[in-house]
């Protein structure tokens, strides 16, 4: 029996002494790498998150300059006490990772964003190829953590566990431990990602394709989803729906994970098909 949880239906469309070597100042700056950087950018402030974008990478004598802007969402100004930043490429491949002092970036008034600059040391860099499309984040598995008065980060903790958000109150408890084994088996992620794995599948008698995912969120802040598209492929590794769904109401905490049912409509039945495995992949 497909478990009744919440449910989307497809829509229509090193820790170690900082020195001031690590704050870059403007006139130690190339001037073009200064102007890439400080060039009007869109807004970035997402109400209750503090997030990193990513402006431009430069090498510099074997270290590199990285410009960001970080961005406050919170009601209340936010303050590092250490900034612990890694920078990886589309696939996720650590390409730098080192911790700066808090005091590179200051304190961010509330619902504003700010320019900064960091440099990468040679020490701490750990490719020579720096792609285009590459990315700098929080990094979840360092030691340093922001600090402040802003709500909603958490730790990471050494190893991801994770635990279930909320589920169903009608749930009978050896269901609940049934899931609860199921989410402490599934393969482990890195720290940074969100990951959805298939639970349950069926096909209805009007032949609704329903399916229940477990969404595991292992980055260091909330995730809130607007619209997720999504493709599903059976045992035979052949698709056999796909939709995008309207789920403004998903919202995932910290290291938590959470169970929702997409109603991916009628699927045309023009052969068989096998559900005993399958998989669910994010539309890119």
């Given at each position: 029996?497909?478990?009744?949880?919440?449910?989307?239906?497809?829509?229509?469309?090193?820790?170690?002494?900082?020195?001031?070597?690590?704050?870059?100042?403007?006139?130690?700056?190339?001037?073009?790498?200064?102007?890439?950087?400080?060039?009007?950018?869109?807004?970035?402030?997402?109400?209750?998150?503090?997030?990193?974008?990513?402006?431009?990478?430069?090498?510099?004598?074997?270290?590199?300059?990285?410009?960001?802007?970080?961005?406050?969402?919170?009601?209340?100004?936010?303050?590092?006490?250490?900034?612990?930043?890694?920078?990886?490429?589309?696939?996720?491949?650590?390409?730098?990772?080192?911790?700066?002092?808090?005091?590179?970036?200051?304190?961010?008034?509330?619902?504003?964003?700010?320019?900064?600059?960091?440099?990468?040391?040679?020490?701490?860099?750990?490719?020579?190829?720096?792609?285009?499309?590459?990315?700098?984040?929080?990094?979840?598995?360092?030691?340093?953590?922001?600090?402040?008065?802003?709500?909603?980060?958490a730790k990471a903790p050494q190893s991801i566990e994770f635990k279930y958000q909320t589920?169903?109150?009608?749930?009978?408890?050896?269901?609940?431990?049934?899931?609860?084994?199921?989410?402490?088996?599934?393969?482990?992620?890195?720290?940074?990602?969100?990951?959805?794995?298939?639970?349950?599948?069926?096909?209805?008698?009007?032949?609704?394709?329903?399916?229940?995912?477990?969404?595991?969120?292992?980055?260091?802040?909330?995730?809130?989803?607007?619209?997720?598209?999504?493709?599903?492929?059976?045992?035979?590794?052949?698709?056999?729906?796909?939709?995008?769904?309207?789920?403004?109401?998903?919202?995932?905490?910290?290291?938590?994970?959470?169970?929702?049912?997409?109603?991916?409509?009628?699927?045309?039945?023009?052969?068989?098909?096998?559900?005993?495995?399958?998989?669910?992949?994010?539309?890119?």
């Amino acid at each position: 029996m497909l478990l009744d949880f919440n449910k989307a239906k497809r829509g229509a469309n090193p820790d170690s002494e900082f020195s001031k070597k690590d704050t870059i100042e403007e006139n130690q700056m190339e001037q073009n790498f200064e102007e890439k950087l400080f060039e009007p950018q869109p807004s970035a402030v997402n109400e209750g998150r503090v997030s990193i974008q990513l402006t431009s990478v430069s090498p510099a004598d074997g270290a590199l300059l990285v410009g960001f802007f970080i961005s406050n969402g919170y009601s209340q100004r936010l303050k590092f006490k250490r900034l612990p930043l890694v920078l990886i490429d589309s696939d996720r491949k650590v390409l730098a990772r080192q911790t700066f002092g808090g005091e590179i970036v200051g304190k961010v008034v509330a619902g504003s964003e700010k320019a900064c600059v960091v440099r990468f040391h040679p020490d701490n860099i750990y490719s020579q190829d720096i792609p285009e499309g590459c990315q700098v984040c929080f990094d979840v598995e360092a030691k340093g953590k922001a600090k402040g008065k802003a709500k909603g980060k958490a730790k990471a903790p050494q190893s991801i566990e994770f635990k279930y958000q909320t589920l169903p109150e009608n749930l009978p408890v050896s269901q609940q431990q049934d899931l609860e084994r199921i989410l402490a088996k599934l393969p482990p992620m890195k720290p940074g990602e969100v990951n959805f794995s298939p639970l349950c599948a069926k096909i209805t008698t009007q032949n609704d394709l329903l399916t229940t995912v477990i969404i595991r969120n292992s980055t260091d802040k909330p995730i809130d989803f607007e619209q997720i598209p999504l493709v599903v492929f059976d045992a035979n590794q052949e698709e056999i729906a796909r939709g995008q769904f309207d789920v403004k109401s998903l919202a995932i905490e910290p290291y938590k994970a959470i169970l929702w049912t997409f109603d991916f409509g009628q699927v045309i039945q023009d052969r068989d098909i096998d559900l005993l495995s399958w998989h669910v992949s994010v539309v890119k």
